[in-house]
T-cell receptor, first 113, second 111 residues
Framework: ELKVEQNPLFLSMQEGKNYTIYCNYS?????LYWYRQDPGKSLESLFV?????AVKQEGRLMASLDTKARLSTLHITAAVHDLSATYFC?????????????FGSGTQLTVLP | KAGVTQTPRYLIKTRGQQVTLSCSPI?????VSWYQQTPGQGLQFLFE???????NKGNFPGRFSGRQFSNSRSEMNVSTLELGDSALYLC??????????FGPGTRLTVL
């Protein structure tokens, strides 16, 4: 059974600081997604990482994927309050005939002024 | 381009009742997946449909079922509701094996 572990689960950080969220998974996959969820809202797609070494950046967020280490990171640069949300990684273990994402537990990020 | 829509947005039912939730995918998307989100278990995969066929099913009891219509709209049904079925039910659509786009969810409360 695929296990997807995110850490930390809770993160409070000061505005302007940098931090990294980690997503470890237990089986082979070369496709991983990052989503953001605001309280009471649905999931918003942030990044899709499709191969080993993939790096994507959008604003203050940068995601990377190391398929050999089975690790993805979401790096936050110079955090601002608007980034406060819960962030999920999702590992895609879809096969040729079956689609399935397995989500991590989420990291609840609070950016403090 | 319109996003994924789900109806109803909120629902209150009592134990033993059944419920049907609806999901309209983004136009052109043929894959629809359903997830259950609870504070204790997080986001759990229920099932996925593609071109009216269930391609995959998560580890949920048979009380949870779904279907997809020829226009790619999907419904999920939960029979004999239990208190533990209270959750946010999320639908996601995609073209196929690519990024899933999520709807706003249906918040189900079972009393």
């Amino acid at each position: 059974e695929l296990k997807v572990e995110q850490n930390p689960l809770f993160l409070s950080m000061q505005e302007g600081k940098n931090y990294t969220i980690y997503c470890n998974y237990s089986t082979t996959s070369d496709r991983l997604y990052w989503y953001r969820q605001d309280p009471g809202k649905s999931l918003e797609s942030l990044f899709v990482l499709l191969s080993n070494g993939a790096v994507k950046q959008e604003g203050r967020l940068m995601a990377s994927l190391d398929t050999k280490a089975r690790l993805s990171t979401l790096h936050i640069t110079a955090a601002v309050h608007d980034l406060s949300a819960t962030y999920f990684c999702a590992v895609d273990i879809s096969s040729g005939s079956a689609r399935q994402l397995t989500f991590g537990s989420g990291t609840q990020l609070t950016v403090l002024p | 381009k319109a996003g994924v829509t789900q109806t109803p947005r909120y629902l209150i039912k009592t134990r033993g009742q059944q419920v049907t939730l609806s999901c309209s995918p983004i136009s052109g998307h043929r894959s629809v997946s359903w997830y259950q989100q609870t504070p204790g278990q997080g986001l759990q995969f229920l099932f996925e449909y593609f071109s009216e066929t269930q391609r995959n099913k998560g580890n949920f009891p048979g009380r949870f079922s779904g279907r997809q219509f020829s226009n790619s709209r999907s419904e999920m049904n939960v029979s004999t509701l239990e208190l533990g079925d209270s959750a946010l039910y999320l639908c996601a659509s995609s073209l196929d094996f690519d990024t899933q786009y999520f709807g706003p969810g249906t918040r189900l409360t079972v009393l």
